[in-house]
């Protein structure tokens, strides 16, 4: 008998144009043979990086009325990952989610601000929004800005890895698994800081490019969940994620518009040929 592929509810946002959010999510959770469900939190007609003032299509009744539909077909999902919410009060759509399918796996990107500051057109009240869901969830994938706005610190443009960590060792009061992304780790590498509350964790350290493009954390998150619904352990799907997000920018012709993303297309089809474990992270080949 042939089991049915593990199903991800993925609530983030929508951009029409420009490689980030539900646009780069769906196609990696597909590639790793996992059925994503787009929940989206808001629809764009671009991300809202760098690209101008995008359109934006609202309807706060959609979310709520979209979970009772799922919920009537019997849909079971086996995880339930959250990124960007447009406003604090959608937090409560993730909660509702939660509550309606309490033995998913929770995973939350904690979308508040990179570089030691919070993103333009956020408030003041999504921190706390943000830190109850994370409080809910069974792992967080906050970077070193949103793991220091979690915790009420004063955030670092430039955190060290010691610090970091003690963080991300801190933060596990808050969730019983933490995974600090994008971590500075001298000039060369750049790490992610595992944290376990019962004490265990790790340092999974990569290659650094200094190339910024936008998307590149969704593209993680969602190899973390898809690789965690195939089975592996956090610290196996996190090597995993990173190697990939590392391929995606090799497989990006410098002096590409970063604010488009990675040209993930490229790449995604090695995601179907990674039988042997995590994607090496040696530089591969790509067509001109």
């Known amino acids: 008998m042939i089991s049915a592929p593990k199903t991800v509810l993925c609530i983030h946002d929508l951009p029409g144009f420009g490689r980030a959010s539900l646009s780069v999510i769906l196609?990696?959770?597909?590639?790793?043979?996992?059925?994503?469900?787009?929940?989206?939190?808001?629809?764009?007609?671009?991300?809202?990086?760098?690209?101008?003032?995008?359109?934006?299509?609202?309807?706060?009744?959609?979310?709520?009325a979209a979970l009772a539909h799922y919920k009537r077909l019997g849909i079971r999902f086996d995880c339930i990952y959250s990124g960007y919410l447009?406003?604090?009060?959608?937090?409560?759509?993730?909660?509702?989610?939660?509550?309606?399918?309490?033995?998913?796996?929770?995973?939350?990107d904690p979308v508040l601000g990179d570089h030691g500051k919070l993103y333009s057109g956020l408030s003041d009240d999504m921190i706390p929004a943000m830190r109850g869901l994370?409080?809910?969830?069974?792992?967080?994938?906050?970077?070193?800005?949103?793991?220091?706005?979690?915790?009420?610190?004063?955030?670092?443009?430039?955190?060290?890895?010691?610090?970091?960590?003690?963080?991300?060792?801190?933060l596990t009061t808050l969730c019983p698994q933490v995974v600090v992304t994008g971590?500075?780790?001298?000039?060369?590498?750049?790490?992610c800081v595992g944290a376990q509350r019962d004490g265990g964790g790790f340092v999974s350290r990569s290659s650094f490019i200094p190339r910024l493009y936008h998307g590149t954390g969704d593209i993680f998150g969602a190899v973390v969940a898809?690789?965690?619904?195939?089975?592996?352990?956090?610290?196996?799907?996190?090597?995993?994620?990173?190697?990939?997000?590392?391929?995606?920018?090799?497989?990006t012709p410098e002096g590409a518009?970063?604010?488009?993303?990675?040209?993930?297309?490229r790449a995604l089809p090695l995601l179907n040929s990674d039988r042997e474990g995590p994607l090496s992270p040696v530089r591969r080949g790509y067509p001109e």
């Not at 007609?45 to 003032?53: I, V």
């Open 257 to 265: 518009d970063e604010r488009l993303g990675v040209w993930l297309e």
């Open 134 to 170: 994370c409080a809910r969830a069974g792992l967080i994938l906050p970077n070193p800005t949103e793991a220091a706005l979690l915790l009420g610190d004063v955030p670092s443009a430039s955190p060290s890895l010691e610090i970091v960590a003690q963080q991300a060792a801190r």
């Open 183 to 191: 971590v500075p780790a001298g000039q060369r590498s750049i790490a």
């Open 27 to 64: 196609p990696v959770l597909s590639a790793l043979g996992v059925q994503p469900v787009a929940l989206p939190t808001a629809v764009l007609s671009t991300h809202t990086g760098g690209l101008g003032t995008p359109a934006r299509l609202s309807n706060p009744g959609y979310g709520p």
């Open 86 to 108: 447009a406003d604090a009060g959608q937090a409560h759509l993730v909660q509702q989610a939660l509550e309606l399918w309490p033995d998913a796996l929770a995973i939350v």
């Open 226 to 251: 898809g690789k965690m619904m195939q089975g592996n352990v956090t610290e196996a799907a996190v090597q995993t994620a990173a190697a990939f997000v590392i391929e995606c920018i090799r497989a």
